[in-house]
C-alpha cells in the first residue's frame, strides 16, 4: 500500500489504515526497513504534470533523455541497510527507485536521507533551494565535499527545449544544464548558491576576504573549476 504525503496528511481515516498496514509488516529489522522506506516513496504517475499521457508523449517523443544514466545503479540509502536499484531523473528532479516492478520517487520530505550510489563514487543530498520571486523548495545535489562549517555541492540539471519549427514531425530535445555550485553552512539543510567570479565568491565571506583573496592568487584557483573550488572550499573550512 502507497500513499503519497498528502494524501496521509489530508484524510485521518488513510493514516489509519497506513499505521495498521505498517504494523503488521514490522516482522523482522529487513521488513521494516524496507516498509520504512516504501511508505514514504511516491508513485510516477502523481507528479504535478498536466496529465501521465503529456509527460509520457513528451519523453517519448523528444530527443536526448532525461536522465544522465537510464539504467537503474545500486545505490544505499542513510538510515537503511538495503541495497537499491536507483536512479537520478535529471529533467523532473526526482530519485526513482525500482519498487518491485514498479518505478516510484522516493519522497524529497524525508531530507535526512544521503543516496549514495556504489558505482561510480556519487552521493545525492536533499537540500531547500531559494529561488527568484518563488518560494523555496527541495532539490537534490551532488555532495562534493562534507564539513561541519561549509560543505560544497553540485546541482546537475536537464531542460526541455520544445521544437522552433511548425513541422508536424518535429520534435523538442533535451538538454544538459550547466551546473552550479552551491555550499550548506552549519549542515543548515539550505542550499546557497555560488557566483561565478573569484571576486564575488571572496565577498562572500567578509573576515576571511583577504586570506581567500590571496589563497586563490597564490593557488591560481578558479571558482568556475570544480577541483579547484573543492580545494578553495577545504582551505576555508581550515580558517
Not at 24 to 49: A, V
Not at 126 to 132: A, D, F, G, N, R
Request: charged share 25%; proline share 3%; aromatic share 12%.
Amino acid at each position: 500500500m502507497k500513499l503519497s504525503l498528502q494524501t496521509i496528511c489530508i484524510s485521518m481515516l488513510l493514516i489509519a489504515v497506513t499505521t495498521e498496514v505498517y504494523s503488521q509488516r514490522e516482522t523482522s529489522p529487513h521488513d521494516r526497513e524496507f516498509s520504512f522506506l516504501s511508505n514514504n516513496i511516491n508513485p510516477l504517475s502523481n507528479y504535478k504534470l498536466p496529465t501521465e499521457a503529456t509527460y509520457q508523449s513528451l519523453v517519448a517523443n523528444a530527443e536526448g533523455s532525461q536522465f544522465y544514466e537510464e539504467t537503474f545503479k545500486k545505490a544505499t540509502i542513510s538510515n537503511t541497510e538495503n541495497v537499491f536499484n536507483v536512479r537520478y531523473n535529471a529533467f523532473l528532479d526526482e530519485m526513482e527507485i525500482l519498487d518491485g516492478n514498479d518505478i516510484a520517487l522516493i519522497d524529497k520530505e524525508y531530507q535526512k536521507h544521503l543516496i549514495s550510489f556504489l558505482d561510480g563514487n556519487i552521493s545525492y543530498k536533499v537540500l531547500w533551494e531559494k529561488h527568484k520571486n518563488a518560494k523555496a523548495s527541495l532539490a537534490y545535489f551532488v555532495q562534493l565535499e562534507d564539513n561541519n562549517y561549509l560543505s560544497l555541492y553540485r546541482k546537475d540539471s536537464k531542460k526541455y527545449v520544445p521544437s522552433r519549427k511548425q513541422r508536424a514531425n518535429d520534435t523538442g530535445k533535451f538538454q544538459n544544464v550547466r551546473s552550479r555550485f552551491y555550499v550548506e553552512i552549519n549542515h543548515s539543510g539550505k542550499a546557497i548558491p555560488l557566483p561565478r567570479t573569484n571576486k564575488e565568491f571572496a565577498a562572500l565571506f567578509s573576515d576571511k576576504r583577504a586570506k581567500i583573496v590571496a589563497y586563490m592568487k597564490s593557488e591560481k584557483l578558479k571558482v568556475r573549476k570544480e577541483n579547484d573550488l573543492i580545494q578553495l572550499i577545504n582551505y576555508i573550512n581550515e580558517l
